[in-house]
DNA sequence: ATAATGACTATTT
DNA sequence: CAAATAGCCATTA
């Protein structure tokens, strides 16, 4: 059974669009989180990455979160230069892809 | 109750 | 730009 702080997360997660990048911090704040942001990445262990984005979560300075050399890092890079997402070396190019919550994903917070 | 841990982050070398 | 440093805080052991 999900404790709240983790379904605000799931959610919300769930609403980051295609192209669009969002760091674990930046998602623990937004869901009502402060200084959490390593319990996002826990919850993402957990959760169900078959139907979440998943891999539109990186760290704040726009590298992958994972092990270099890991399956899982390489196949994030992989899904996310597939919408177009695009890298300057190692990042993200953050100043492009960071995602800045719509009215939606606004709306759907009061509720928490 | 105490201590170690970690898909983190900001700052400083 | 890479590496070390020091905060961070729920979860685990």
Do not use: E
């Given at each position: 059974m999900p404790t709240p702080p983790r379904l605000a997360i799931l959610e919300l997660l769930a609403?980051?669009?295609?192209?669009t990048v969002v760091s674990y911090g930046q998602l623990a704040d937004l869901a009502g989180l402060p200084g959490r942001a390593r319990l996002v990445g826990k919850v993402l262990r957990d959760a169900d990455t078959q139907a979440l984005p998943w891999h539109r979560v990186v760290a704040a300075n726009g590298t992958i979160s994972l092990p270099a050399d890991s399956e899982a890092a390489s196949e994030q890079r992989q899904r996310l230069l597939a919408e177009g997402v695009t890298f300057t070396g190692k990042r993200v190019n953050m100043k492009q892809h960071n995602w800045q919550p719509d009215l939606a994903a606004i709306l759907m917070l009061l509720k928490y």
């Open positions: 609403l980051v669009p295609s192209g």
